[in-house]
C-alpha cells in the first residue's frame, strides 16, 4: 500500500460493510479504500497506515504528539504521516504496514465444555495465598535487572521453591549482551509409558527500570513478578498429580534486554527435544485490571491456534474471563519459540496498555488485582490439565521427590538429603541463606 492516500473509517466490527480493505481489531474495525472513492461522510483521508504493537504504552509514551488512528491497547494504527523517524534503542514497539483483510485482534467466541470434574479439583488446589506470597516476595527486592545481584537471590528463592515440589533443577548461563545471567529450569517427568510429550510453562523472571537504569528501583510486580510467580504456583499444583507427559518450567533472564534467555534457550534444544514438545505456556504481565471487564489476551500463531483455542474454552468453562486473540506476537518469551517452530501461546492482561506502571519505580504491589491474576491461572490450569493428560492416578499425591519447604513468617525452610544419608537444615530469613548443622539420623 506504501503512501497512497486512503480514505478510512473506524466502525463497529458488526457494521463493517463490504467493498472496503479492512482490518479488525476486537470490536472495532478500520475500513479504507483509495481516496478518491466514497466510504462515508465521517471518513477521513490520511497518506497510507501503520501498524504498530507495543509494551504497555511503550510506543505512546515516546511519541506523545502521535495521534492514533485507532487505538486498541496493545495495537495501534496510526498514519504513514506520522512514522517516527528515529527511535529508542529498546525492543518495546513494532511498525509495519497494516495488512487489509486481517483479524489482528479477534473476540474468542469458545462456548464452555463439560465441566470435568478432575479438573475442577485440580483448580480448587491453587492457593492465592501461595502466589501473592511468593509475588510479594519477588517484588521485595530492589531490582531483578538481569545483570544485578538480586536476580541471582531471586533465582536462588525460585529454585529452593522448584526443589521442594520435586522438580530437577539447572541453571543455565546465558550472555546478556556483555554480561552474563542464567536461567532457571524445572523438570518434572510425566509416567506415561509411551513416548512421552513436553509441556513447557515460562515466564521471564527480570525486571527493568528505562528510566532509572540498571540501578534504578524496578521492583517488577506485574512485570513480571505475577508471571513468575505463577509459574511456581502452577508448577506447585501439577507436582501434586501423576501425568502422561513431562512438565517444565522456565523463568527466563534477559527478557527485558531483547528476550535474551528464551533465544538462546531455543538455539540450544537439540531436534529431537523440540520434537516432543505439545505446548509452551507464557505467562508475561497477568495481574493489572486494566478494563471494567476482566479480559485476557492470547497471543500466538497459526501453528499455535490449537493451543489458543484450548485456553479460550477453559477460559469459558471455568472463569468469567473475556478472552481476546491475536496471531501477531511481540516482544515476549512465547517468540522464539514460535519462530522455531514450536506452538507457543502468551497469556498477557487485556488492554495492557493502560498499564502506566510497567518499566518504573511504580510497578508495585498497589497497582495489582488479584482476582485477575487467580482467573487467569485458573484459565492457564485448566489448559495445562489436558496438554499434560492425567494419569489413571489422578488423585494420587504423590511425596516430592526433593527438599521439603515448610513457610514460616518472613522465612523459607529447606530441609535436604545430603549424601551422607543425614537430614541437614538451610534457611532464608529474607536476605540470605544459613546453613545449620545436621540434624542428625538417616533417613529411610
Known amino acids: 500500500m506504501g503512501s497512497t492516500p486512503v480514505r478510512y473509517l473506524v466502525v463497529p466490527t458488526a457494521d463493517a460493510a463490504d467493498g472496503a480493505k479492512s482490518a479488525r481489531f476486537g470490536d472495532k474495525t478500520i475500513l ?3 481516496a ?14 501503520l501498524l504498530v504493537t507495543q509494551v504497555g504504552r511503550s510506543f505512546q509514551d515516546e511519541f506523545p504528539d502521535v495521534t492514533p488512528l485507532l487505538d486498541h491497547g496493545r495495537h495501534l494504527v ?3 504521516a506520522d512514522k517516527p523517524a528515529r527511535r529508542r534503542s529498546n525492543h518495546c514497539w513494532r511498525m509495519e504496514p497494516l495488512r487489509p483483510d486481517t483479524t489482528v485482534v479477534d473476540i474468542a467466541s469458545a462456548p464452555p465444555a463439560r465441566v470435568d470434574p478432575q479438573v475442577t479439583n485440580l483448580l480448587s488446589q491453587l492457593s492465592p495465598t501461595s502466589y501473592q506470597a511468593d509475588l510479594t516476595w519477588l517484588a521485595s527486592l530492589s531490582t531483578r535487572h538481569s545483570l544485578s545481584a538480586s536476580f541471582t537471590t531471586a533465582v536462588d528463592f525460585a529454585a529452593a521453591r522448584m526443589v521442594a515440589l520435586g522438580y530437577a533443577v539447572t541453571r543455565t548461563a546465558i550472555a546478556v549482551g556483555s554480561g552474563r545471567s542464567e536461567n532457571l529450569i524445572g523438570d518434572r517427568p510425566g509416567t506415561g509409558t509411551g513416548p512421552r510429550g513436553l509441556v513447557l510453562i515460562t515466564a521471564h523472571l527480570d525486571s527493568i527500570n528505562l528510566a532509572g537504569g540498571p540501578s534504578g528501583s524496578a521492583p517488577g510486580a506485574d512485570d513480571n513478578g505475577s508471571g513468575s510467580a505463577g509459574v511456581l504456583e ?38 529431537a527435544e523440540r520434537g ?9 504481565m497477568i495481574a493489572s485490571k486494566n478494563s471494567a471487564v476482566p479480559t485476557v489476551m492470547l497471543e500466538g500463531a497459526s501453528l499455535s491456534s490449537g493451543q489458543i483455542a484450548d485456553l479460550a474454552t477453559a477460559a ?20 522464539p519459540f514460535i519462530n522455531a517452530g514450536i506452538p507457543a501461546v502468551l497469556t498477557i492482561e487485556g488492554a495492557d496498555s493502560a498499564n502506566g506502571h510497567i518499566h518504573s519505580a511504580n510497578d508495585t504491589l498497589n497497582f495489582l488485582d488479584w482476582s485477575l491474576a487467580a482467573e487467569i491461572l485458573r484459565m492457564n490450569a485448566a489448559a495445562l490439565a489436558g496438554w ?14 526433593g527438599s521439603v519447604v515448610s513457610w514460616g513468617p518472613g522465612r523459607l525452610d529447606v530441609f535436604v538429603r545430603g549424601t551422607d544419608a543425614a537430614m541437614h537444615h538451610k534457611s532464608w530469613d ?4 544459613h546453613d545449620y548443622e545436621s540434624l542428625g539420623g538417616v533417613i529411610s
Open 234 to 271: 502452577l508448577g506447585r499444583v501439577l507436582a501434586g498429580r501423576t501425568w502422561e507427559h513431562d512438565v517444565r518450567l522456565i523463568l527466563f533472564g534477559g527478557e527485558e534486554q531483547g528476550l535474551f534467555g528464551s533465544k538462546q534457550y531455543v538455539a540450544a534444544l537439540p531436534a
Open 430 to 433: 529474607g536476605h540470605a541463606w
Open 32 to 34: 479504507w479504500v483509495p
Open 276 to 284: 516432543r514438545i505439545r505446548a509452551v505456556l507464557n505467562m508475561d
Open 316 to 335: 469459558a468453562t471455568y472463569t468469567g474471563l473475556k478472552v481476546e486473540t491475536s496471531l501477531n506476537p511481540f516482544a515476549s518469551d512465547h517468540v
Open 388 to 401: 499434560l493428560g492425567l494419569t489413571a492416578a489422578a488423585d494420587a499425591r504423590p511425596r516430592p521427590a
Open 36 to 49: 478518491e472513492q466514497h466510504l462515508g461522510r465521517a471518513s477521513r483521508t490520511a497518506p497510507g497506515l
Open 78 to 80: 496510526i498514519s504513514t
